[in-house]
């Protein structure tokens, strides 16, 4: 087993997706034996400043001649000038969870300005790695050769004994239904889309629970909060903050219905670990949604469209029997998600290929 460097924007202890996945892979690379380096890089990314580009460069001129290296996709801007002085004595290969360019609120000059950078990094890599064909396709566009882009989805975790069953009794009454959300509180999540879909169902019984860091885009949290008073809704929509991974279970347990009004997701792990606790889904068609939802486990909209969303919401919230059998479906769907123990076999073996 190849010894590899793992370079990280900041602390690998965030709680999103992609870090998650990040975090998983290292702790299991290392229960499997092999030695892996976290670099966890200073500065502000993905516009890397100052900080974040000198941090990229020391991180890789400190590592010997052939050295193996994962590079998240989030960090590659850091390496605009140190991935060509570097590349060609180390072995690196991406990590990319979805492509920057693609990032919700960006102008066309600046979404093609960040894709001409990402396709250009990406050319001093080996491969790259990706949760999702959606995610393969995009890069294979960047020019990277299909045969260096290796698709390995994230693994989930088992639901606790109980919930699913916990959850159909209370489906037999005719009390307030949950709604959970898990996602940072970013434009990408499509949170003002929901609580706009929201808005028009105030005859039904619901509550809603949005799970998510409140830090990284305050003026989103702000714009989020305002449209909730706006609504009318305060006493019914919570932004909870983030809770830690092990936590996660009882709020899903807790659930009766997920919802995300996602933009883009280059897998969707929220929408994975639902559909593991057996819950009916609600989203959107976005990016690499779809493949991980298949349509007898979830209802999935167009993004950015309220009144589509909206009607979703209520055909599953006010129809128990319609709910029942998208619960079922998730089970069956989740039961088809690979384990994280083969998810870090995948990984390892994608990355030795690429890197050799």
């Given at each position: 087993?190849?010894d590899?460097?793992?370079?990280?924007?900041?602390?690998?202890d965030?709680?999103?997706?992609?870090?998650?996945?990040?975090?998983?892979?290292?702790?299991?690379?290392?229960?499997?034996?092999?030695?892996?380096?976290?670099?966890?890089?200073?500065?502000?990314?993905?516009?890397?400043?100052?900080?974040?580009?000198a941090?990229?460069?020391a991180?890789?001129?400190?590592?010997?001649?052939?050295?193996?290296v994962?590079?998240?996709?989030?960090?590659?801007?850091g390496?605009s000038?140190?991935?060509?002085?570097?590349?060609?004595?180390?072995?690196i290969?991406?990590?990319?969870?979805?492509?920057l360019?693609?990032?919700?609120?960006?102008?066309?000059?600046?979404?093609?300005?960040?894709?001409?950078?990402?396709?250009?990094?990406?050319?001093?890599?080996?491969?790259a790695?990706?949760?999702?064909?959606?995610?393969?396709?995009?890069l294979?566009?960047?020019?990277?050769?299909?045969?260096?882009v290796?698709?390995?989805?994230?693994?989930?975790?088992p639901p606790?004994?109980?919930?699913?069953?916990?959850?159909?009794?209370?489906?037999?009454?005719?009390?307030?239904?949950?709604?959970?959300?898990v996602?940072?509180?970013?434009?990408?999540?499509?949170?003002?889309?929901?609580?706009?879909?929201?808005?028009?169902?105030?005859?039904?019984?619901?509550?809603?629970?949005?799970?998510?860091?409140?830090d990284?885009?305050?003026?989103?949290?702000?714009?989020?909060?305002?449209?909730i008073?706006?609504?009318g809704?305060?006493?019914?929509?919570?932004?909870?903050?983030?809770?830690?991974?092990?936590?996660?279970?009882?709020?899903y347990?807790?659930?009766?219905?997920?919802?995300?009004?996602?933009?883009?997701?280059?897998?969707g792990?929220?929408?994975?670990?639902?559909?593991a606790?057996?819950?009916?889904?609600?989203?959107?068609?976005?990016?690499?949604?779809?493949?991980?939802?298949?349509?007898?486990?979830?209802?999935?909209?167009?993004?950015?469209?309220?009144?589509a969303?909206?009607?979703?919401?209520r055909?599953?919230?006010?129809?128990?029997?319609?709910?029942?059998?998208?619960?079922?479906?998730?089970r069956?769907?989740?039961?088809a998600?690979?384990?994280?123990d083969?998810?870090?076999?995948?990984?390892?073996?994608?990355?030795?290929?690429?890197?050799?």
């Amino acid at each position: 087993m190849t010894d590899l460097a793992f370079l990280v924007p900041g602390r690998l202890d965030q709680i999103t997706g992609g870090y998650l996945y990040d975090r998983r892979v290292v702790e299991g690379l290392r229960r499997n034996g092999r030695r892996v380096t976290v670099h966890e890089l200073a500065g502000s990314f993905p516009e890397a400043d100052a900080a974040g580009r000198a941090a990229f460069a020391a991180a890789l001129a400190g590592l010997p001649d052939g050295a193996a290296v994962a590079i998240d996709g989030l960090a590659l801007p850091g390496g605009s000038e140190a991935l060509a002085r570097e590349a060609a004595r180390l072995r690196i290969v991406a990590f990319v969870h979805h492509p920057l360019a693609l990032e919700t609120g960006l102008t066309a000059q600046e979404s093609g300005r960040i894709g001409r950078l990402e396709a250009a990094l990406l050319a001093h890599c080996r491969g790259a790695l990706c949760p999702s064909a959606r995610t393969a396709e995009a890069l294979v566009g960047y020019g990277v050769a299909r045969g260096q882009v290796a698709v390995v989805p994230p693994g989930t975790d088992p639901p606790g004994r109980g919930e699913p069953a916990a959850r159909e009794r209370r489906a037999g009454g005719s009390g307030e239904v949950r709604l959970l959300s898990v996602g940072t509180i970013t434009p990408r999540k499509g949170h003002l889309v929901l609580i706009e879909a929201l808005a028009g169902l105030a005859d039904l019984p619901w509550r809603l629970v949005c799970l998510g860091n409140l830090d990284r885009d305050p003026a989103n949290v702000a714009a989020v909060r305002a449209a909730i008073e706006r609504a009318g809704l305060s006493g019914r929509v919570e932004l909870a903050g983030e809770r830690p991974p092990d936590r996660l279970g009882d709020d899903y347990a807790a659930a009766d219905i997920f919802v995300l009004a996602s933009f883009h997701e280059g897998y969707g792990m929220a929408y994975a670990e639902a559909m593991a606790h057996g819950l009916p889904i609600v989203g959107t068609t976005a990016g690499a949604i779809p493949e991980t939802v298949p349509p007898e486990a979830g209802l999935l909209v167009p993004p950015g469209d309220p009144a589509a969303l909206r009607e979703a919401l209520r055909r599953v919230i006010a129809d128990r029997l319609l709910r029942a059998s998208l619960a079922a479906g998730a089970r069956r769907a989740a039961a088809a998600l690979p384990s994280w123990d083969e998810t870090v076999r995948r990984w390892g073996e994608a990355f030795d290929r690429l890197a050799g």
